[in-house]
């Protein structure tokens, strides 16, 4: 089969479309024929190499995908058919320890992602385990590079705002670098959750799109680099009550200053760098919450793709390049360029 691999970490270039041995199946696994897989963030850091992940190489990324089954293993004794459409949930944990057996996967000490720490997406055929396959109701009328963009980022959106930050009607949310995959998919949730939301961007195009996914306030934040003093303006001096902040060192003080007294941060990243300051006073005086999340569990993610279905939430696919073209979905996602998901096509 044709495939995007790696056989050494580094830049862009180091991905090479090869062919390669098409995977064959285990008994409780389904293969899949790939029809989309969606680029995150996470495909970058994983492409240059994280400190204490070892892989097997070649390797294969790609961790949001959609696909058909073209192979059952004999002990899968779901409801699963040959031929129909599904995306592939990308958590991997042990299913036994006292987290799995909680439906807390996403704090499992074995966790891991499909196209991290598995092979993924970036090829013609996947073998997963049939308990990661999630069907795709026939009435849902999603098209396939669209139910390819959603997994990864919905799962972390859901937990990020329902589950941690525990988002309610009539809250303010600010979201802060709106065009990331976690970004729009957060905007979406938190208007279905009847909140009035905020966003922030340095692109005015990223903030016209916004607001027609919903976004009530948009702040170009080139234009306006305090823009905690306006979220004063707009909350009449109250502050927000939940701040989604993944980039991390170069907004950190500023979200933290734009939340209302016993307000939320929630974080799942950092794409600015890790090192952010936080203002003990300003912590404990107005008894702030600081949140982190990682992906989701298999509920989460079963629960938000319920909005998905029913048309309330929509991918937002910036471009599809055939799989070949990997490199350059790489070099616009490392600029940022995008908005909404780059998905490939094999
Ligand atoms: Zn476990």
């Not at 892989?55 to 192979?71: A, F, N, Q, R, T």
């Not at 949930?89 to 299913?95: A, L, Q, R, W």
């Not at 303010?172 to 922030?200: F, H, S, Y």
Request: net charge neutral; charged share 20%; aromatic share 4%.
């Amino acid at each position: 089969m044709k495939a995007t691999v790696f056989h050494e970490h580094g830049g862009p270039e180091v991905l090479s479309y090869e062919d390669i041995a098409t995977p064959t199946i285990e008994s409780n696994q389904v293969l899949i024929k790939v029809k989309y897989t969606a680029l995150n963030h996470l495909d970058l850091f994983v492409r240059r190499g994280i400190a204490g992940l070892k892989l097997e190489m070649p390797h294969i990324l790609g961790s949001d995908i959609s696909g058909e089954i073209v192979e059952i293993g004999s002990n899968v004794s779901n409801s699963l058919e040959i031929g129909q459409k599904i995306i592939v949930d990308p958590g991997v944990s042990c299913g036994v320890c006292e987290f799995c057996i909680r439906g807390q996967e996403s704090l499992c000490s074995s966790y891991g992602i499909i196209g991290e720490h598995y092979r993924g997406g970036y090829a013609e055929y996947l073998n997963v385990d049939a308990q990661n396959i999630v069907p795709i109701p026939k009435e849902s009328g999603l098209d396939m590079a669209g139910a390819a963009a959603m997994p990864l980022t919905l799962m972390t959106a859901w937990r990020l705002l329902i589950t941690k930050a525990q988002v309610n009607v009539g809250d303010d949310v600010l979201i802060i670098g709106i065009g990331g995959g976690v970004a729009l998919a957060g905007l979406q949730i938190a208007k279905a959750a009847g909140a009035r939301v905020i966003v922030t961007s340095s692109s005015d195009k990223k903030l016209d799109k916004a607001r027609i996914l919903g976004a009530d306030e948009c702040i170009n934040h080139n234009e306006t680099p305090e823009y905690h003093k306006e979220i004063y303006r707009l909350t009449k001096n109250r502050g927000v009550d939940i701040v989604v902040d993944s980039v991390g060192q170069a907004t950190w003080s500023r979200s933290l200053k734009s939340l209302r007294k016993g307000g939320k941060l929630v974080t799942c990243g950092a794409t600015s760098g890790p090192n952010a300051e936080t203002n003990v006073n300003l912590l404990f005086w107005k008894q702030l919450e600081i949140l982190g999340s990682t992906m989701g569990s298999r509920d989460e993610l079963r629960t938000a793709l319920k909005l998905v279905w029913n048309g309330t939430i929509r991918p937002t696919v910036d471009r599809i390049l055939p799989l070949s073209r990997a490199q350059e979905a790489h070099e616009i996602l490392e600029e940022g360029a995008q908005m909404g998901k780059l998905v490939l096509k094999p």
